[in-house]
């Protein structure tokens, strides 16, 4: 039973427009999120995080969203760049442990 | 600052064969924690180690086992290899818990069972 799921393997979007990316979880007991990205060949690295006390966080052209009652969260990236194409991992924390969705492969197209 | 090092990289073992992969994390950092990558799954939390303790551990058989040894090194063992643990296997270490301290990624050791 996957706690945590990205129901989108992948998403296509053109250079310079929005990228969103969806995440839902199950687990109440989540308090801590975030969002991974990663290229082939790497390990995945560590984009922006949320605390469940909050709704929203922005770094730079990263916003990510969290709507607690719908246990769902989103990453929004503006503008999307080519270098935005990668894997990406939503991530949910209760304590030290995290569980991590499929991944999304976002690919951005000049 | 030299990140997180897997060793192998990449590994062929054949069915019923054991196997140990090594993991040595960024230099201070005590906590780390193994992860199984496999299509559709996602990463999947193996164990976590915080000064040689396991201190948390995935659904994960009795086959699947780790150790971490006082310079915070790891190591995960395989034993009895199934088809099925083809998988990238992941580790990575942090200074301490989340959400105070990332946990850093290695680049991860591609293991193929045939």
């Known amino acids: 039973d996957q706690q945590v799921k990205q129901n989108s393997p992948s998403l296509s979007v053109q250079e310079g427009r929005i990228s969103i990316l969806n995440c839902d979880y199950t687990?109440?007991?989540?308090?801590?999120f975030l969002w991974y990205k990663k290229y082939p060949a790497e390990g995945p690295t560590f984009l922006i995080s949320?605390?469940?006390?909050?709704d929203k966080n922005e770094d730079g052209r990263f916003t990510v969203f969290l709507n607690k009652s719908a246990k769902h969260l989103s990453l929004h990236i503006v503008p999307s760049q080519p270098g935005d194409s990668a894997v990406y991992f939503c991530a949910a924390s209760a304590g030290n442990m995290l569980t991590f969705g499929g991944g999304t492969r976002l690919m951005v197209k000049p | 600052k030299a990140g997180v090092t897997q060793t192998p990289r990449y590994l062929i073992k054949t069915r019923g064969q054991q196997v140990t992969l090594s993991c040595s994390p960024i230099?201070?950092?005590?906590?780390v924690s193994w992860y199984q990558q496999t299509p559709g799954q996602g990463l999947q939390f193996l164990f976590e180690?915080?000064?040689?303790?396991?201190?948390n551990k995935g659904n994960f058989p009795g086959r699947f086992s780790g150790r971490q040894f006082s310079n915070s090194r790891s190591e995960m063992n395989v034993s009895t290899l199934e088809l099925g643990d083809s998988a990238l296997y992941l580790c990575?270490?942090?200074?301490?818990?989340?959400?105070?301290?990332?946990?850093?990624f290695g680049p991860g050791t591609r293991l193929t069972v045939t």
């Open positions: 230099s201070g950092h005590r906590s």
């Open positions: 180690y915080f000064s040689e303790t396991q201190r």
């Open positions: 990575a270490s942090s200074l301490g818990d989340l959400p105070t301290y990332e946990q850093y």
């Open positions: 687990n109440s007991m989540f308090d801590y």
């Open positions: 949320i605390s469940s006390i909050k």
